[in-house]
């Protein structure tokens, strides 16, 4: 048994999953394919066998690899931000390190409210998804990428994991246009959308969460995730946070799949899914309306 322990949770685990494999030979205690704290194949390895980075994967990154959109997104940011940063030298912000001063990421697609509104850079709403202020901004965002993206898209599909990621990037930027005239940028909306689809199935599989022991860990992480972004210094987007929170949460009631009863529902389109996107559209089109028709955002760079 010790052969099989790599962390404090495996003195549990492993002793649960043997009782119930006995108690119910023929039950499958994966929830939904959500196993947020399994290693998936790494699992099989014994470790002892296991090398350093096989255990570095397995405490912190089970799901990881290299073809996924999580893995892309992550190098087109630190691409993306390395460019912006070298186009920036003879002008760095010296209040960051590494840091990029305002109007050089505007004039890179920041978002920009006056810009949107008066010229209609619609661009400005999806752009800034991929640029970065500072070091610590890109590297906070890529660590919280990787410990949650890789174990979303291996559970929800590559195309939905693109798509919730993207529209919550948008929508966060295009709620906080509709409240706030600074320039920002950053990925932390589209990563609050998919922090928000660990939160939906959290709700929709509540029970079975609990039952397997993984709820309490599963809520832990979020909530800290939550903190710290919401917490994250007055430079931070806040509304703009809470709109890639809100669209993550709408696009997870829709694309997620869950148990009822013990009997997965493979209709993604429930009643509940269809709410949710009527939500969504109208939301969406009602703030782009609200930006367009009500607002007169003040020139900032």
């Known amino acids: 048994m010790a052969a099989n322990i790599r962390g404090f949770r495996d003195y549990n685990t492993e002793a649960s999953d043997h009782e119930r494999q006995r108690l119910n030979p023929g039950q499958n205690n ?16 014994q470790p002892k066998d296991e090398n350093y980075w096989n255990m570095l994967q397995y405490n912190l990154c089970p799901k990881f690899k290299v073809v996924s959109f999580t893995f892309a997104f992550t190098i087109i940011n630190l691409v993306i ?4 940063f070298c186009f920036s030298l003879n002008n760095l912000d010296n209040d960051d390190f590494m840091g990029i001063p305002a ?4 004039s890179f697609g ?28 890109i590297f906070f965002n890529s660590v919280t990428l990787f410990w949650v993206g890789f174990n979303i898209e291996h559970n929800i599909g590559a195309l939905q994991f ?6 919550s990037g948008i929508g966060g930027f295009i709620f906080s246009s509709c409240v706030s005239d600074s320039i920002a940028v950053g990925a932390s909306g589209a990563i609050f ?10 709700l929709m599989n509540w029970r079975a969460l609990y039952n397997s022991g993984a ?13 710290m972004a919401f917490a994250s210094g007055d430079n931070a987007d806040t509304y703009g946070h809470f709109g890639g929170l809100l669209t993550g949460f709408l696009l997870g009631v829709i694309y997620y799949k869950y148990d009822t009863h013990g009997r997965e529902n493979t209709k993604r389109l429930s009643f509940a899914g269809w709410v949710a996107l009527f939500f969504y559209v109208g939301l969406t ?17």
Request: avoid cysteine; glycine fraction near 6%; proline fraction near 4%.
């Open 193 to 202: 959308g998919i922090i928000s689809v660990m939160f939906v199935n959290l």
């Open 285 to 301: 089109a009602g703030l782009v309306t609200v930006f367009f028709t009500v607002r007169h955002p003040s020139l900032k760079a």
């Open 162 to 167: 693109f798509i919730v990621y993207m529209l």
């Open 103 to 106: 109007n050089k990421l505007s």
């Open 30 to 45: 994966n929830i939904n394919g959500f196993d947020m704290f399994s290693a998936g194949g790494i699992g099989q390895k």
């Open 215 to 227: 709820l309490m860990p599963t809520l832990i992480m979020i909530l800290l995730l939550v903190l």
């Open 110 to 137: 920041a978002k920009n409210p006056y810009k949107i509104r008066n010229n209609y850079e619609v661009f400005r709403w999806v752009v800034p998804i991929f640029l970065h202020a500072n070091f610590m901004h």
């Open 81 to 84: 931000f390395l460019t912006v």
